[in-house]
């Protein structure tokens, strides 16, 4: 009987991607008093301290993702440093979809569309990172104008508008659109504008 050969997603080739990439990582932050680790920390406590953090609309989900798993590559997937980076704070609803459908056979069982008039932009997150940035820097930080970040922001290229349909069962769905900014992305924006 033949031995199956099992081919590994985890190469030579990645682990040298990973490992540049992580060099390339500790030389920006090298560059910048505080490390990427202690910003995330300032992060995740923010994120755990339920209190305290932002509540506006109601109709909107103001969500922090301190680390990614939306990578299948194992190589990244695994990886804490990676993930961390990778992490995401947003502003996520739902807009619409199709409800109704179910298993009965008849005229009534079919799926209708639905919109739910809402809608994410850049607005929304900015006000949800404000909140943020005065919990880490405080109101009068000597180095983070904040309204002059969230100006310079609002021109970067960090900020990411998606959407997303979920099906269902019976022709059931939901869509989903929302805003966000990468916790790597946002960690080298404050440092280049000089914030700490």
């Excluded at 202690?38 to 994120?47: L, R």
């Excluded at 922090?64 to 990676?82: A, C, V």
């Excluded at 021109?155 to 099906?167: C, G, R």
Aim: charged share 30%; hydrophobic share 30%; proline share 2%.
């Amino acid at each position: 009987m033949a031995k199956t050969k099992k081919y590994n997603d985890f190469n030579e080739n990645h682990i040298n991607k990973l490992s540049n990439l992580k060099k390339s990582w500790q030389d920006f932050e090298d560059q910048h008093p505080w490390e990427f680790d202690y910003f995330w920390d300032k992060i995740a406590a923010y994120a755990n301290n339920w209190q305290d953090r932002y509540k506006s609309n109601d109709e909107l989900e103001y969500e922090i993702e301190l680390e990614s798993y939306g990578d299948n590559r194992e190589y990244l997937k695994n990886d804490t440093d990676w993930r961390k980076r990778n992490g995401r704070i947003l502003v996520k609803t739902e807009t619409g979809g199709h409800s109704g459908g179910s298993c009965w056979d008849d005229e009534t069982s079919y799926a209708r569309p639905y919109e739910t008039g809402l809608t994410v932009g850049y607005e929304d997150l900015e006000k949800f990172l404000e909140h943020i940035l005065v919990s880490i820097f405080g109101r009068n930080h000597a180095f983070a104008d904040i309204p002059k970040l969230l100006e310079e922001l609002r021109k970067s290229s960090i900020i990411h508008e998606d959407s997303i349909s979920t099906y269902e069962y019976y022709g059931n769905s939901r869509d989903y659109q929302w805003c966000e900014v990468k916790l790597w992305d946002l960690y080298q924006f404050l440092a280049k504008q000089g914030a700490f």
